[in-house]
């Protein structure tokens, strides 16, 4: 498995990476990193990764411009949100764009667990 971590945080992108390795369900995975959402986009494009967890406010591309993006260009990845924005409005965007969870930060790894746990 090979897991696509986007957020323009280097020391999220490590916290997140961090709470991945602490997880049964995705042990052995390949973690890879991009710094905002159009890197994302073209990351996804390259490495084909199996998951991706992105930040929703990144600079160049949103998360959702990100998750748009992958959409129209007919790419079809599992995709989630962990962010720090989480309203009525944006968990129905992101839903609607087709993105299966929306993590809040401060996070867990059992939330990321259990954001997982219907998805791979």
């Known amino acids: ?5 986007v957020d323009d945080s280097k020391a999220m992108r490590a916290i997140v990476k961090r709470a991945l390795s ?10 890879i990193e991009a710094a905002d959402g159009k890197e994302g986009f073209d990351t996804v494009q390259a490495e084909k990764p199996d998951l991706v967890l992105s930040d929703w406010n990144m600079p160049e591309m949103t998360g959702i411009e990100f998750l748009q993006a992958l959409n ?12 720090s924005e989480s ?8 839903k609607s764009n087709g993105a299966k969870f929306l993590v809040s930060k401060p ?3 059992e939330s990321i667990d259990q954001a997982l746990a219907g998805v791979i």
């Open 1 to 5: 498995m090979k897991i696509l971590v």
């Open 22 to 31: 602490n997880l049964d369900r995705v042990a052995g995975a390949t973690i």
């Open 72 to 83: 129209d260009a007919g790419v079809a990845v599992t995709f989630g949100f962990v962010t």
């Open 87 to 94: 309203t009525p409005e944006m968990h129905e965007l992101a």
């Open 107 to 109: 996070f867990t790894p």
